[in-house]
């Protein structure tokens, strides 16, 4: 309905003028916020009501095709012999039609998707609104990043953008998929930029390289092992090693040099991570970036890629300062954000980042077919509700309760005799000993060691389990020595990110999200669950003992 219209359609209904200002007001009041999101392209200070946000998403349904019934109505107006309702007819094999009034309602209309088979971000000719909704939420978001999280999206000299947030994506799939779909784009972008090498000898003899190996800075997370196997590539495990100082699992640089020094043009890209569960910390990636920029320097060709995975990092300011430094002083190609750790959505979307457009543009080409639009609705809703008020609140929020959650936890260690994991470079998973859950080795007992440990252990992971039927969720219990095997290649020590990891321990995360009624109540539940482990524990020893 156009302002413009109103005063002269209610007069004619009888509806007094001054009645009608009132009313016009708020509409133009709510025309003026769209129209600026529009305009400005960025969050707005406060968060929008329900209301407003569900009259843009109507609106904007309103400029796809299809969009008016669903097959469902169709079918039931139909059969009245009123002839077809609607202004659009499809003939096509796919024209947003939905079954259930239930979906319908629940995708505000948006079935179309987003993206065309050539590109996510590509507009769709029949899917105006749904386009339009996919461009706006990536500069919501990167808006989000920039003046929320502090990743610099900055124009340096000359034009040129540095900053990790300079340029963006967004997919609809997790972050395990994102990496795979990431590490496709950069292969296709690196196959026709070292198409341009020339061929070497007069027997025409070919140096271009082909490119299929990933090195990998271990983190013990299955999905970033997968997703380089997935993008039809071999993963090169880098060892991490343990700082002596603390007691974090870090990045090992002269293992990495070693790789790039064995492997040369093989090497399509470093795999790095800046989210990880204590103790690991996050690599070390401005020196990662420093250390392949002049390994590249002189070399023809796309040379070593570098790719972040910064799963949930975008809560953590001192890591989000890792960023802007490493693509300042080194090579950066791609940073991967996942949508629902840091923006509080559901599972299925992430974040791609980086300082070159044409990287962007590769992984955008290279995503197979249209995508759903259903991880966009949800982020557009949802930064639109918080404002940058609200995100940059619950930014705050988690940093507030951090010092709490680690004072909390280390008394809980003090009264089990137990200390807390001394990781000072990882501010969002923190960790406890578990040395005296479980009794050490017994050198008298007659069985073998390794039988030991394997039952040492199990009583170690039951402890995880008790947690887990106490309503606790998300810790993780990790005792040492273990072995997992996961596509073929075996890791040892599996939990801990490094092979020889001296210690049993869990570990518990503040994460954005988390209140403080909530962290108060997990920790009053594991000091309980911690006593009742014992009990049992005691239990059982007497029991054997009468045996």
């Not at 040892?492 to 108060?520: I, K, Q, W």
């Amino acid at each position: 309905m156009y302002a413009d219209n109103i005063p002269a359609l209610f007069s004619s209904l009888q509806i007094p003028d001054n009645h009608t200002s009132v009313g016009l007001s708020n509409l133009l009041s709510s025309n003026s916020q769209a129209k600026a999101l529009f305009h400005h392209k960025r969050l707005p200070d406060h968060g929008w009501t329900d209301l407003q946000i569900q009259r843009l998403l109507f609106e904007l349904s309103v400029l796809d095709t299809n969009c008016e019934e669903t097959v469902k109505c169709q079918a039931t107006a139909g059969s009245g012999g009123g002839g077809f309702p609607h202004r659009w007819t499809g003939a096509g094999e796919r024209e947003g039609r939905i079954y259930s009034p239930l979906v319908s309602q629940r995708h505000f209309g948006l079935g179309h998707g987003i993206g065309r088979s050539g590109d996510v971000m590509e507009a769709q000719p029949k899917a105006v609104g749904s386009s339009a909704l996919l461009r706006l939420t990536l500069r919501l978001t990167l808006d989000a990043v920039r003046r929320g999280a502090g990743l610099n999206g900055n124009v340096g000299k000359g034009g040129k953008t540095s900053g990790p947030a300079s340029h963006g994506t967004l997919l609809p799939v997790c972050t395990g998929m994102s990496m795979a779909l990431v590490l496709s784009g950069l292969r296709d972008r690196a196959r026709k930029m070292d198409a341009t090498i020339p061929e070497n000898g007069d027997d025409g003899s070919s140096i271009k390289p082909e490119r299929n190996i990933v090195l990998w800075s271990r983190i013990d997370q299955k999905s970033c092992y997968k997703a380089v196997l997935s993008a039809g590539l071999k993963c090169i495990v880098l060892p991490t090693k343990v700082c002596p100082e603390t007691d974090e699992v870090s990045t090992d640089l002269e293992s990495l040099k070693e790789a790039l020094d064995r492997y040369g043009n093989s090497i399509l890209a470093v795999l790095t991570t800046t989210s990880c569960f204590c103790p690991r910390v996050p690599d070390e990636v401005d020196k990662v970036a420093k250390m392949i920029r002049a390994w590249n320097l002189g070399r023809d060709g796309a040379g070593v890629s570098h790719v972040i995975n910064h799963a949930y990092g975008l809560q953590c300011q001192a890591t989000n300062k890792l960023l802007n430094r490493a693509c300042t002083i080194g090579r950066v190609d791609a940073i991967i954000c996942s949508t629902d750790k840091n923006f509080l959505v559901p599972v299925g979307g992430a974040l791609i980042m980086s300082p070159n457009s044409k990287v962007i543009e590769s992984i955008s080409k290279n995503y197979p077919g249209r995508a759903s639009a259903s991880p966009m609705i949800d982020l557009f809703i949802t930064l639109l509700s918080m404002g940058l008020g609200g995100y940059k609140g619950i930014l705050e929020e988690r940093k507030r309760l951090t010092g709490l959650f680690r004072r909390r936890l280390e008394e809980v260690a003090n009264v089990f005799g137990e200390r807390i994991l001394i990781c000072p470079r990882n501010t969002i998973s923190f960790g406890i000993t578990l040395d005296n859950l479980v009794a050490s080795l017994d050198e008298a007992n007659d069985e073998s060691e390794e039988r030991q440990r394997k039952g040492r252990n199990r009583e170690i992971t039951q402890f995880g389990s008790m947690l887990f039927t106490r309503c606790i969720s998300g810790t993780r219990v990790v005792p040492p020595d273990e072995t997992k095997a996961i596509s073929g290649h075996t890791f040892r020590g599996f939990g801990s990110s490094h092979e020889g990891y001296p210690r049993a321990y869990m570990t518990a995360a503040c994460a954005v999200g988390m209140g403080e009624d909530e962290l108060n109540e997990f920790f009053v539940r594991l000091e309980k669950s911690w006593n009742d482990y014992r009990s049992k524990r005691e239990k059982e020893k007497r029991k054997k003992g009468k045996k």
